[in-house]
């Protein structure tokens, strides 16, 4: 049982770049979402899902964009990649009912610059 | 806005002493109190979590003590080890259907041999 799986685990862009983080989990999770984690200032959620088809923003959503197109897929896509963006992106599940125990992934490090 | 507040920022506990980390929050409609234990280069994971019909919760030498009247809550650490050394994240959510949880900034524990 792999869990929450994220890919790359490392990723350097360029001022301007796109590019999608991958996120994908195996346990029937309808529940997704992604955070990034900064010194000092703990987890902020950027999108999150509540089932296929159905997106909403978090608190930082500003240069990112999400779809939830399965289950188990929620790849998060930076538009055009700004110094601001660096950070270290962790994607979460959980199931909708039943104590709420989130699983993340192991997180990927982007440096912008 | 931060709903959750979590000190102290970081720690320096001896091996065998007890580290204590605090948080309070302001939404009296929260009743699900998590803790999160994060090690360098991982995601957060489950540790411990807690609702408010109880005053206290023990898993090992991981106790949370929850006082609703002062809308606060606190891990304890008993017996720290240095392989404890981690960042520690409260968080909260409320109970009616499902609701995201709110992360407190995270405490950097380190528990010296």
């Known amino acids: 049982n792999a869990g929450v799986t994220q890919t790359p685990k490392f990723q350097v862009l360029k001022t301007g770049q796109s590019m999608t983080l991958q996120c994908a989990q195996d346990?029937?999770?309808?529940?997704m979402s992604w955070y990034r984690q900064d010194p000092g200032m703990g987890l902020r959620l950027i999108h999150y899902s509540v089932g296929a088809g159905i997106t909403d923003q978090g608190e930082v959503p500003n240069g990112y964009n999400v779809s939830r197109s399965t289950t188990e897929d929620f790849p998060l896509r930076l538009l055009s990649a700004a110094p601001s963006q660096t950070s270290v992106y962790f994607c979460?599940?959980?199931?909708?009912?039943?104590?709420?125990?989130?699983?993340f992934g192991s997180g990927t490090r982007l440096t912008v610059v | 806005q931060q709903q959750v507040k979590q000190s102290p920022q970081s720690l320096i506990v001896q091996k065998g002493g007890i580290s204590i980390i605090n948080c309070a929050y302001e939404n009296t409609a929260f009743d699900y109190f998590p803790w999160y234990q994060q090690f360098p280069g991982k995601g957060p994971a489950l540790l411990i979590a807690?609702?408010?019909?109880?005053s206290e919760k023990k898993e090992g030498r991981f106790t949370i003590s929850f006082n609703k009247s002062a809308k606060q809550f606190s891990l304890h650490i008993m017996d720290s080890q240095p392989g404890d050394s981690a960042t520690y994240f409260c968080?909260?959510?409320?109970?009616?259907?499902?609701?995201?949880?709110?992360f407190g900034t995270g405490t950097r524990l380190l528990v010296s041999p």
């Open positions: 968080a909260a959510s409320m109970n009616t259907g499902f609701q995201k949880l709110v």
């Open positions: 807690i609702r408010p019909d109880v």
């Open positions: 346990m029937n999770h309808e529940y």
């Open positions: 979460a599940s959980s199931h909708l009912t039943g104590g709420y125990g989130y699983t």
